[in-house]
């Protein structure tokens, strides 16, 4: 078998078992891109993640790391 063929059935397989996920109606971000994640009273975000990100991508503007999208052909 080539890496072609296993591939495709380990993709099967995945699928299958996504089928069995269970996901709650606020999983993921609502329309106007708001998440429902909340910080816990008294946690702080790390205020050099940005910073950091940036700094460590290969592409970036002032407000935006700039990615490719991939192709699987």
Same mark, same amino acid.
């Given at each position: ?8 059935? +380990?993709? #099967?397989?995945?699928?299958? =078992?996504? &089928?069995?996920?269970?996901? #709650? $109606? ?5 329309? *106007? ?6 910080? $816990? *009273?008294? &946690? &702080?975000? =790390? $205020? #050099?993640?940005?910073? +950091? ?8 503007? #002032? ?5 490719? *999208?991939?192709?699987?052909?």
């Amino acid at each position: 078998m080539n890496v072609k063929g296993e591939a495709h059935i +380990i993709l #099967d397989k995945f699928g299958k =078992d996504l &089928e069995s996920v269970k996901l #709650d $109606k606020r999983s993921g971000l609502s329309k *106007k891109g708001l998440s429902y994640r909340k910080e $816990k *009273k008294g &946690e &702080e975000c =790390d $205020k #050099d993640f940005k910073t +950091i990100m940036f700094k460590n991508a290969p592409r970036a503007n #002032d407000l935006y790391l700039l990615l490719e *999208k991939g192709s699987w052909t």
